[in-house]
């Protein structure tokens, strides 16, 4: 297969990246390839959040994300392979860490595709490169030990689904109320409420009020989809946003929290039956989540695969 390798063009490539995404999810129990969720909160929340909060670091970690990325077309000029990273290792240590996206019957890319990561991606203070791949990608794992890389013995990412038989029925406790970003856009609530979901009771931890409005700007964010729940006060005590791929018709969760002081009521189930609810309005058959936590499990999600890290270096 002739390919090309290029620069990734931001104002272009983003949606066909996307597209890219969407076309292989048939496939993506045996690929490594990231769903649209990922990709659209990537760009439009993970890399602006590391900037926080200064808005110059937040454009420098978008561009630097662009800018470190790499694509390959065919000769017709589809794109069928990508090298990224979700952020830099300057802004997180635990990142600088390397996903490829591609279509199946790709093996021939993977050796150049790898090497471009060895060359733009070694950690900064160990030296290490690090790719990620699904358990059952044995093309890319088979790539991965040719040239060096060592599978850590832990999985390191794992994936749960929910099959919708019918849309689950939400109670709430009395006064509590689920809100979505189209009923009320109140971004300091939805900032504090993401925060102190996932432990941060430190507003200077909390999302920025820009790079909440960034998200929103996500060519697959839907406000109706990003949703609140309030405690009788009006405080938002979980949270929880569903991204919807309509060709697929699948809803994918990212993120989900709850406010430590009001876990164990049922709240995060609620709010997330909620979203459930609402992409099943649509048309959806089934949701995911990027995790195969207890509480998932205990909902109804099912357990289907996991990802390893492969270390060089």
Known sequence: MHATQRAYQPGTDFMRVRDLLVETFPSFLELSNWRIERWNYCRYFVAPFFGDPDPAASAACIRYWEETMRIWEDAAGRIIGVV?????????????EVWLQREPGGAALLDEML????????????????VHANETDAELAAALEKRGFVRDAEPSESDAEYVITEPPQVTLPQGYAIVSMADENNLARRS?????????PDPKD???LASIAEMQRAPDYHPELDLVLTSPEGEGVACCTIWWDKVNRIGILEPVGTH???RR???GR???WEAIRRVAARGARSVWVGSAQAFYLAIGFQWRGYSFKWRKG
């Open 115 to 130: 090497a471009y990561a060895e060359v733009t991606f070694p950690h900064p203070k160990t030296g290490v490169v690090t």
């Open 192 to 200: 504090e409420t993401f925060g102190r979901s996932f432990n941060h």
């Open 206 to 208: 909390w999302a920025s």
């Open 270 to 272: 609620a709010v997330v």
């Open 260 to 262: 430590p002081d009001y």
């Open 265 to 267: 009521r049922g709240l």
């Open 84 to 96: 990224n990273i979700e952020a830099p290792a300057e802004w997180h240590p635990e990142y600088n």
